[in-house]
């Protein structure tokens, strides 16, 4: 499911109903010429 819930930790993020799942993120460079993704997949 897409449900999440975070542990008593305050970080640790799982599933509502325990399975595997998949996290990424990108990181965004602001610059004059307009946003870059630094982490994009090639």
Known sequence: TYEVEVLPDN???VTRNRRL????????A?????PLILTELF
């Open 30 to 34: 602001i610059t004059d010429q307009g």
């Open 11 to 13: 970080w640790t993020v």
């Open 21 to 28: 799942s998949a996290h990424f993120e990108h990181t965004v």
